[in-house]
């Protein structure tokens, strides 16, 4: 190990001459003592430097890889969340067409109702102006009531067979729910 140079004169001895200045060959000493620590300096600079560098672009490295992973768990979100959506709407079309289809069988049911039974009227009344009217009033009477009671029976069969066909067309709608759930 090298001896430190002195930079004054003190107390002690080996300073050289008597009054302790730096002379030529002490000059060189703390030259090369300043060379190196300037170097030593540069070096610990420049490795903090090096390891600055590697950090912020290790950090870098991280953040682009942070980003990618929620760009694609975003993207993953936006595909299921498009899928259910789809689902929902199939689902709503399939039952929408449920049920303008359920309205025109109703309404198709109750026309041919009414027509059936303006036809009995109309047949009753035909029959009853054709001449072969009896004496008794009890027979007028029924014919009202037998009308009625076959507008009744109409109407009843054709609630029974109304509900006959909700019942199918609960089941369909079942299989349409599963066929949009397969999307």
């Not at 001896?3 to 004054?8: E, I």
């Not at 009227?121 to 009202?144: D, I, K, M, N």
């Amino acid at each position: 190990m090298a001896k430190r140079p002195r930079l004054s004169g003190g107390s002690g001895g080996g300073g050289g001459g008597g009054g302790g200045g730096l002379d030529n060959g002490n000059w060189t000493e703390v030259h090369g003592l300043i060379e190196r620590l300037n170097q030593e300096m540069t070096e610990r600079f420049l490795d903090h430097q090096r390891r600055s560098q590697a950090s912020l672009h290790h950090w870098e490295l991280e953040r682009q890889r942070q980003h990618e992973q929620a760009m694609e768990r975003w993207r993953q979100e936006a595909r299921e969340h498009e899928r259910h959506m789809f689902g929902l709407f199939a689902r709503m079309v399939g039952e929408c067409n449920a049920a303008i289809a359920a309205v025109a069988k109703v309404a198709s049911r109750h026309s041919a109702c009414v027509s059936t039974a303006a036809a009995g009227a109309a047949a009753g009344a035909g029959a009853g102006t054709s001449g072969q009217r009896t004496s008794s009033s009890s027979s007028t009477e029924a014919e009202p009531r037998k009308r009625d009671e076959e507008a009744r029976t109409a109407e009843q069969n054709g609630l029974k067979e109304e509900q006959e066909e909700e019942e199918d067309e609960e089941e369909e709608e079942g299989t349409q729910e599963d066929d949009a759930s397969l999307l």
